[in-house]
């Protein structure tokens, strides 16, 4: 589907995400957060960003979740394209396990130290480079285990593609499956065409005061980068650091 129509059909909503979270931002509160309602057969509650990413030799991706379940597999952050569908893809899992597609294969699948609990809030952060293939996840500021190397070394993450928060793009723009949707809610993704270093990600995950909040994408930025809505994500104040 072209962008221009997604952008007729969503404007609406993106006018309401706008209007919260500026009157978010007046009230104190640094952003907001999405809840991602059940998925269905006819339903997929979803954000789909306005644009795409460029070219990318390394990044960090890192963003505050809360699942309300977790007796299955959570699609999170999905990046598709023609030739991959999996180009970037992030899950979570029962067993404190979490997800990392770059490129399709292979995939990174390890356990984290930190229990991943129904209904709380975590913050993670996943870490790719291309120069030696160096892959990573550190959830609440801490590595997770089996993170490794030469992850895809030498890839460019290409161009072109959409990103889709909540669900699993099997195709680009669609191709869900309501059984590997988010059922949850995210707040503060960011993305950074850099790797981040432990000290900065350990920060991200801190519930600094508002001043000393200065670290934000400069790909993605939750409060500035525009998505659009679909099938009832509601939007409102988030309440982490509360």
């Not at 644009?51 to 990318?56: A, D, R, S, Y």
């Not at 404190?96 to 130290?113: A, D, Q, R, S, W």
């Not at 190397?149 to 793009?169: F, I, S």
Request: proline letters at 3%.
């Amino acid at each position: 589907m072209q962008l221009s129509s997604l952008l007729t059909r969503g404007v609406a909503m993106v006018f309401t995400f706008s209007w919260l979270l500026a009157r978010a931002l007046e009230e104190g509160e640094i952003t907001s957060k999405v809840k991602f309602p059940p998925s269905t057969p006819s339903s997929f509650p979803r954000l789909v960003m306005d644009g795409t990413l460029p070219n990318l030799r390394e990044f960090t991706l890192c963003y505050w979740f809360k699942v309300h379940r977790l007796d299955r597999r959570l699609h999170i952050f999905s990046y598709a394209q023609d030739a991959t569908d999996n180009e970037i893809l992030t899950y979570v899992e029962a067993g404190n396990v979490m997800g990392f597609y770059i490129g399709g294969t292979p995939e990174l699948k390890i356990e984290c130290p930190s229990d991943i609990e129904v209904g709380k809030w975590h913050h993670v952060c996943y870490v790719w480079s291309s120069w030696e293939g160096g892959s990573s996840i550190m959830m609440n500021g801490y590595r997770c285990h089996g993170n490794s190397t030469g992850v895809n070394k030498g890839k460019t993450v290409q161009a072109g593609g959409t990103v889709v928060l909540g669900q699993d793009q099997d195709t680009v723009g669609g191709g869900f499956d309501a059984s590997e949707s988010m059922e949850g809610e995210l707040s503060e993704l960011n993305m950074w065409n850099s790797v981040l270093d432990s000290k900065q990600i350990l920060h991200l995950s801190k519930c600094a005061d508002v001043s000393e909040r200065h670290l934000y994408g400069n790909i993605i930025q939750w409060e500035k980068t525009t998505f659009i809505f679909y099938d009832g994500v509601v939007v409102s104040p988030n309440e982490i650091c509360a």
